[in-house]
């Protein structure tokens, strides 16, 4: 069975009486790193309009790896920490370990990220490293306000497991990408860049993300489908099958131990087949038979995650010929299919369930029982939401063709159907948005006063508008 929310009398302390007061307070954290993630996934989409031929290059150019950082840590580290934010303390039943050090954390994150991103256009490194510190400091806050909120809620699983794993992982990256760019500087470790940087990309997307991905989707999913986890076992064992790979794939990426890496990409592979199978099965206990834009296009990333992972095995598999150079099979179309084919529905969608909420709990939350409030589902522009997603989603297509064909029309094409799908994700993002500043919000669906009761169901039930 999925981790029950906990009843209201075993509530902590910390969160008032007052159920309008509570709802008010919640996710101003999490929605401000929505915020900053917005306006990184419109920088990244026009940067990559005005230069599509970036993804004609080897990935190790300064302009690519500028590019790389602007998706990885501007959109999607910042996607990441604000879904923590909030679903940590939902998932396990507690409040934040500290929201004054989450502040903190945005604060350092909001400026060394674009540092970062501008050191690297201009290949700056001795100010790479400075705005990384920046960075790092302020993932070592939120790492350690993740682990005591997770050992405050003292409920051990998959969920509060993969919390404090993929933390893990976020300070490794960060690690290895800090030791990178020292060593460009001063060349202390006689090691060949590239494979630091393989580590380093492997660590992030696969330890940080994929890690993450692994657990708490098995708290999105039964909240937005209305389904159920009879069996942990399952997920839990892929899970730790993908957590051993990871740990054996790190070190023969590092030694370039070409079967070492293809026996952990089996493993990797193996342990998110499991995952995908438990993701199958709770999907066939859900009671919401439609599923939302946004949850289709999670489940459309997960599926092109796991076609990058064979991709992956690919280039790694022994006499493959792929590798840093442009055009084939290279490491810029297996980028590709990652970033854009897997991770970006993966987080559009997440960002299409878990804004609306956050959103409602703000402006309307407060107002339930004593007026007429719209549905969560209602805040935004359903058909610009559907028609972002999918085209960002079909992007993937020319864009892969571009880097493997090192084609500049297919390059373009791709760069132009991703910006004119993001343009409309992030107008029905504005949309729902512009609720927090309205005083009030007639909809054609909306919850009865008198009603919708109180307590945490009932939020969840209106959040997906069930």
Not at 244 to 251: D, E, K, S, Y
Request: glycine share 12%; net charge positive.
């Amino acid at each position: 069975m999925s981790q029950p929310l906990p009843a209201a009398s075993s509530r902590p302390s910390q969160v008032p009486a007052q159920h309008g007061s509570w709802l008010a307070a919640q996710g101003k954290l999490p929605l401000a790193f929505m915020g900053l993630a917005l306006a990184w996934l419109a920088a990244g989409a026009i940067l990559l309009l005005l230069r599509p031929g970036l993804l004609a290059l080897p990935h190790t150019h300064p302009h690519v790896v500028a590019l790389t950082h602007a998706w990885l840590l501007g959109f999607f580290l910042t996607v990441a920490c604000g879904a923590a934010y909030q679903l940590a303390p939902v998932a396990l039943g507690t409040t934040l370990s500290s929201e004054r050090k989450g502040w903190w954390h945005f604060g350092m994150h909001a400026i060394g990220v674009p540092g970062m991103v501008a050191s690297f256009w201009f290949w700056n490194l001795e100010q790479v490293g400075h705005f990384g510190l920046l960075v790092a400091i302020g993932a070592g806050v939120y790492v350690r306000n993740i682990w005591v909120t997770v050992r405050q809620a003292g409920r051990p699983g998959l969920i509060s497991t993969s919390l404090r794993v993929s933390a893990i992982w976020l300070v490794i990256t960060l690690l290895i990408g800090l030791t990178l760019a020292a060593n460009r500087f001063w060349y202390f470790i006689p090691l060949d860049p590239v494979v630091l940087l393989r580590a380093h990309a492997h660590a992030g997307i696969a330890g940080f993300f994929v890690t993450l991905l692994q657990g708490v989707t098995f708290q999105l999913v039964p909240m937005f489908t209305l389904g159920d986890v009879h069996d942990w076992k399952l997920p839990t064992r892929g899970f730790w099958m993908t957590q051993i790979a990871l740990i054996g794939l790190l070190p023969a990426l590092l030694l370039r131990a070409a079967w070492v890496e293809t026996a952990m990409g089996v493993l990797l592979l193996s342990g998110l087949a499991c995952s995908a199978y438990a993701l199958r099965r709770v999907l066939g206990t859900r009671k919401k038979r439609a599923l939302d834009p946004g949850v289709q296009a999670f489940f459309l990333g997960i599926a092109v995650l796991f076609v990058a992972g064979i991709v992956g095995l690919a280039l790694v598999w022994p006499g493959s010929t792929g590798g840093s150079a442009s055009g084939g099979m290279s490491a810029m179309f297996y980028a590709v299919i990652i970033v854009i084919g897997g991770m970006l529905p993966c987080f559009s969608g997440m960002m299409g369930k878990i804004v609306p909420f956050l959103t409602w709990m703000r402006a309307y939350g407060p107002r339930v029982g004593r007026e007429r409030v719209p549905l969560a589902s209602a805040l935004g522009v359903r058909w610009a939401e559907r028609a972002g997603l999918l085209l960002q989603f079909l992007a993937v297509v020319p864009l892969a063709c571009g880097t493997w064909t090192l084609e500049a029309s297919w390059l373009v094409a791709g760069a132009s159907v991703l910006a004119a799908g993001t343009g409309l994700f992030l107008f029905n993002q504005l949309c729902i948005l512009r609720h927090l500043f309205m005083k009030s919000q007639p909809a054609k669906a909306a919850v009865p006063a008198g009603q919708a009761g109180g307590g945490r169901p009932v939020i969840e039930n209106t959040a997906h508008g069930a």
